[in-house]
């Protein structure tokens, strides 16, 4: 268990620096990427090509392994239906993320960057998650 | 469509991108996660017994990622022209989408296409159209 906390906390903090060399943890520069019809910036697009790049690779050798390499279960997901919760969760997530250029990593890169606007969004980000939670309870017991 | 060929920045862009798959490698093939943060981070709020330690550990990664950054140098720019209420509508509106719609742009947008997930194509699809939707109609349309 202490390996994989350890992992994850390493993961984390790459994916942050990651994020930060991308310029993905600047609003400015997310929202000039989601503006076609202003001063295009296309570089977005390539943070996401060279991730999948390194992604696609790593996916297929994940998919022939039954344990991972620190000997944890391999959490694939399982769910294929293409329902109304993914369809309208993910047009709503697009909503907000073309208001403010903030989605849920960059933000919580910049709220460690001691940005006060940063920290007032994530909070209202969690405060979204704990509401979802709650609903989701509450529809559990009904 | 005009190209602003000066903010272009391809080669960091994708040098950070290949640093974001490098750590979504690394989550699937040593602890055998998705690294999906809206999923990392939600369930944290409603906490699984076994289940919080690397959770929290990842997300204490990404927080302290600008700490480790100044270590080596001064931070990027980070710019954010939103004001309070928006930021606080915008949250929010992240924060209950993201999870209703199981993802964001790592968990369907980066490790979702690269597992080639139909489910997670629609999914990013459907966040980069209203993204651009909504920059449209904020910038263009209501000159905001």
């Known amino acids: 268990m202490q390996r994989v906390t350890l992992s994850s906390f390493l993961i984390g903090l790459l994916f942050g620096i990651g994020l930060l060399v991308a310029g993905m943890a600047n609003p400015a520069k997310v929202l000039a990427f989601l503006d076609l019809a202003g001063a295009w910036d296309p570089s977005l697009a390539l943070v996401m090509g060279g991730a999948i790049a390194v992604g696609l690779i790593a996916f297929r050798l994940a998919g022939q392994r039954k344990v991972s390499v620190l000997g944890e279960p391999m959490r694939l997901p399982t769910k294929r239906d293409i329902d109304r919760r993914l369809v309208f969760g993910s047009l709503g997530f697009g909503v907000g993320w073309g208001l403010a250029g903030f989605c849920p990593g960059p933000a919580l890169v910049a709220f460690g960057a001691l940005e006060a606007k940063a920290m007032v969004f994530v909070v209202a980000m969690l405060a979204g998650m704990a509401a979802f939670e709650l609903m989701e309870r509450r529809s559990a017991s009904r | ?144």
């Open chain 2, 1 to 144: 469509m005009t190209i602003d060929w000066a903010a272009f920045t391809p080669w960091s862009a994708l040098l950070g991108g290949a640093l974001i798959g490098l750590a979504a490698a690394a989550m699937i093939l040593l602890n055998g996660r998705i690294t999906g943060i809206s999923g990392i981070t939600g369930g944290l709020l409603a906490p699984q017994r076994g289940d919080i330690g690397w959770r929290a550990a990842f997300v204490l990664g990404l927080v302290l990622a600008p700490t480790a950054w100044m270590l080596a140098g001064d931070l990027p720019p980070l710019q954010i022209d939103a004001d309070y209420p928006l930021l606080i509508i915008a949250g929010l509106l992240v924060g209950v989408s993201t999870r209703y719609g199981a993802g964001c742009t790592s968990g369907h947008g980066v490790c979702g296409l690269s597992r080639l997930s139909p489910r997670s194509l629609v999914a990013t699809l459907a966040f980069m159209g209203t993204g651009f939707a909504t920059v449209f109609v904020m910038r263009h349309l209501l000159g905001g």
